[in-house]
């Protein structure tokens, strides 16, 4: 989780142009090895813990994060398949972004049977998601104002899921070597007994038909 949060952060900071920075060329060694490497590698210590939900979206965004970051690497030429930075290329990376909007959304559903921070943390990049594909749609119309200023809302919503992330990476911390709790709000007892009442009703009217 820890590469996850640094990465984005470095990422956000870009979007939002903080200090000028504007450019995410940068961030590659964040997005390929920190992200891309470190995430994929954690993975596996998740799922050797029994943990597929952690697994699962440590397994995704290393794969995003990787993705995202060749499509960076001017070498590979990916820009110039497309002749440059032209509507089409902007259109084909808000297509790329919003794909992932859609897969982070199965994300945010299942982290309602989890906690509060994760269900924060994956509807703020979830709204990440969303303004940045809405930024590369927008850039290709030709309207370079608004798209910057999408750009700057995801960019926004990135900086608090990078620090909701960082959150995540000290409640662990404290789990394993401090002997104190940092909580993450847990909601599975909340959604067990939401699931139970919203059960009762339909096995009441299955009695009574039989």
Same mark, same amino acid.
């Given at each position: ?11 956000? %900071? ?16 964040? $997005? ?6 470190? %995430? ?17 979206? %440590?397994?995704?965004?290393? %794969? ?46 299942? *982290? ?8 924060? $943390? ?65 909601? *599975?007892?909340?959604? =067990? ?10 096995? =009441? ?6």
């Amino acid at each position: 989780m820890g590469g996850f949060a640094t990465t984005l952060l470095s990422v956000s %900071l870009a979007m939002m142009n903080f200090r000028g920075v504007f450019s995410q060329t940068i961030f590659m060694g964040d $997005l390929c090895f920190v992200a891309g490497i470190g %995430l994929l590698i954690s993975a596996q210590w998740e799922m050797v813990r029994g943990n597929t939900f952690s697994y699962t979206v %440590l397994s995704a965004y290393a %794969l995003f994060y990787g993705g995202y970051g060749v499509i960076l690497i001017p070498a590979l030429g990916i820009a110039d398949a497309y002749g440059g930075y032209t509507p089409e290329y902007h259109n084909a990376l808000g297509f790329f972004v919003l794909l992932w909007a859609v897969f982070n959304l199965f994300f945010l559903l299942a *982290s309602c049977t989890l906690n509060i921070v994760y269900i924060l $943390l994956f509807l703020t990049l979830e709204l990440c998601l969303v303004f940045d594909a809405a930024s590369s749609f927008v850039l290709a119309d030709g309207l370079v104002e608004k798209s910057a200023n999408l750009m700057t809302a995801a960019g926004a919503f990135a900086f608090v899921s990078s620090l909701l992330g960082y959150y995540s990476v000290l409640h662990y911390l404290c789990q394993d070597a401090l002997p104190f709790n940092v909580p993450m709000g847990d909601t *599975s007892r909340a959604w =067990k007994r939401w699931c139970k009442k919203t059960s009762s009703p339909s096995l =009441k009217t299955d009695e009574e038909m039989a």
